[in-house]
Structures are given as C-alpha cells and as structure tokens.
C-alpha cells in the first residue's frame, strides 16, 4: 500500500512557475516509478511527465517538455513537478501516481495509487 500526498499548487500568472510536490509513504519508494497527471474541467485526466526508480530516466508530454522539469529526491520519499512559463492551458488538478509494476508510465492504467490532486490556476 502507498499513500501520496501532493502540495504546492495554487494561483499564478502566466508566464511564472510553481513547484509541486508529492510525499510518499507505506512502501520502499526507491523501488518504483512515479508520474504526474493532470485533469482540466471536462477533460480527461492526461500524462504530464514520469520519472524512474533512479530518476535516471525521465519522460515528458509534448505540450510541457522544456517547460517543466520531474524530479525525485528518494532519501526524502519526495517527488518534485518543478513548472515554469505557465500559461493558461496548464490550468488543471494535478495528481501524483506511483507505479509498482511493469507498465507504460504514460498511461493512467500503468499506477495503482494515486495522490487526491492539488489545483493549479494560470491566470492571463
């Protein structure tokens, strides 16, 4: 069983950044990958980025590669969303999910938890 627990969301102008964070916790979080997702209104929940046990290897949507950076830190159970130039269409909930099993990290099917979602809102 893992628990994760997402913070650092909030308001922001475009153009600016925000660094999100997910604590982890109930397994060895060395041991399996991590990826963020994100849910605008009526939309559905999409791939953002995703990082490996090491954090050796990491992988990004289209829409945000060069713009945001995923990264872990596994002494502190931590996973980081560092976003900067936001813009509007990043406007969204953003879950952290973890991933104990073999699977494509770029589909929601690939993690079996998931953090409840912090709110990000880019203003223009």
């Known amino acids: 069983q893992v628990q994760l627990v997402e913070s650092g969301g909030g308001l922001v102008q475009a153009g600016g950044s925000l660094r999100l964070s997910c604590a982890a916790s109930g397994h060895t979080f060395s041991s399996y990958a991590m990826g963020w997702f994100r849910q605008a209104p009526g939309k559905e929940r999409e791939f953002v980025a995703a990082i490996n046990w090491s954090g050796g290897n990491t992988y990004y949507a289209d829409s945000v590669k060069g713009r945001f950076t995923i990264s872990r830190d596994n002494a502190k159970n931590t996973v980081y969303l560092q976003m900067n130039s936001l813009k509007p269409e990043d406007t969204a909930v953003y879950y952290c999910?973890?991933?104990?099993?073999?699977?494509?990290?770029?589909?929601?099917?690939?993690?079996?938890?998931w953090g409840q979602g912090t709110q990000v809102t880019v203003s223009s």
């Open positions: 999910a973890a991933n104990l099993r073999s699977g494509n990290l770029y589909y929601t099917s690939a993690y079996g938890y």
